[in-house]
């Protein structure tokens, strides 16, 4: 099968394509066709060498969640599964590859109406959006920022704060285009990189989830109503300053919360049933699933290059073309 491995870690020119035997399920697994490939602001992070920290080693498969075909079942699965139209998570690699191994505990068949490239859009980044704000305990008329919107996990979080009621719905993006995109997914103020915007926009937000960190984090304490909660899903602009704990304490007139949140926190059953509801309402257009285009497998790098130049507005797609 071909497989994208990461042979250096760096610079988008460090993933190869490379030939590699099918694997084969072991217990508890299956073996998946890929259809479509998702493309996350982590498998960037990874390619980076920026978790070099994690134990990933030169030949690793990048790619966390792949749609597509079953093939072939491990030890104690159900042999139903066979020729079943699935969203699996492959975990942190694996997915980019024309065949893929997954936890048959991870499986989600895909409804008729949803594309295997929609499904790969919608499946981590719709649990991540879904669950940091369950975990940031946002409630119906309340205001929310999304830093980092217009990525696959912020196009999310926009679509869920706005059908879930919020008051107010503000973005962090890089251009006015994007921000006029996002207000097309229900976000109600546009603000710059650093949190500037509209004379309009709320001076301050009862819920921020926070996609980017790196240095400017702090900088969003201020952003916070009082009991206003952060929570912090991602890394995509580095770590934060080392001190940024002594900023929070500073502000403690405001009881602010800081949290992270991890999808691998959820237990499985419960990310399962949220994700068949994510697809469900996709598959009745009330969800948009935000695909910026669908290259093939051999153009990996081509689409990391797009990620690292900030041309994405949503996810880049793979898929295998033989
Ligand atoms: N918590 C979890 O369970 C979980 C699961 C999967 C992934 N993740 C994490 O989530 C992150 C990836 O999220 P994603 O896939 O949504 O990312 P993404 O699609 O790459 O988008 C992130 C957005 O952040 C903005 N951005 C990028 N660099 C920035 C910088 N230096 N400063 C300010 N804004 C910047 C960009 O928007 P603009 O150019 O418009 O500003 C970009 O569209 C990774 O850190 C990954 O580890 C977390």
Not at 20 to 30: C, F, W
Not at 66 to 83: H, I, P, R, S
Not at 122 to 150: C, D, K, N, Y
């Amino acid at each position: 099968m071909l497989a994208v491995v990461v042979e250096e870690f760096g610079s988008p020119d460090g993933l190869a394509v490379v030939d590699l035997p099918d694997p084969s399920p072991g217990g508890g697994q299956v073996s998946i066709a890929t259809e479509a490939i998702g493309v996350g602001g982590v498998d960037a992070l990874i390619r980076s060498g920026a978790l070099g920290d994690y134990g990933f080693a030169s030949g690793h498969i990048l790619g966390s969640e792949v749609a597509g075909t079953v093939t072939a079942v491990g030890e104690g699965v159900d042999t139903a599964w066979v020729g079943r139209r699935v969203w699996a998570f492959t975990g942190t690699g694996g997915g980019y590859a024309e065949q893929a191994l997954s936890s048959a505990a991870t499986l989600i068949p895909l409804p008729d109406a949803l594309s295997a490239a929609d499904a790969v859009t919608l499946g981590t980044s719709g649990i991540v959006a879904h669950f940091a704000l369950r975990h940031a305990h946002f409630a119906r008329g309340e205001s929310v920022l999304v830093r980092g919107a217009a990525g696959g996990i912020g196009v999310m979080a926009v679509q869920f704060a706005a059908r879930a009621g919020a008051r107010a719905v503000a973005v962090t993006t890089s251009s006015a285009e994007r921000g006029d995109r996002l207000r097309a997914l229900g976000a109600t103020h546009v603000l710059d990189r650093s949190g500037r915007g509209p004379a309009d926009a709320p001076a301050g937000y009862d819920v921020i989830i926070d996609i980017v960190a790196g240095p400017d984090l702090p900088a969003f304490f201020s952003r916070l109503e009082p009991n206003g909660r952060m929570v912090a899903v991602g890394a995509m602009g580095g770590w934060p300053p080392a001190d940024f704990g002594k900023e929070m304490v500073a502000a403690f007139q405001k009881s602010m919360s800081f949290a992270t949140f991890s999808a691998d926190t959820v237990p499985m059953p419960e990310r399962q049933a949220v994700t068949a509801e994510i697809f469900a309402d996709a598959a009745r257009g009330e969800l948009k699933s935000i695909v910026h285009e669908i290259l093939s497998l051999d153009q990996a790098a081509q689409a990391h290059q797009r990620m690292d130049d900030g041309e994405v507005f949503g996810r880049i797609v793979l898929t295998p073309t033989r």
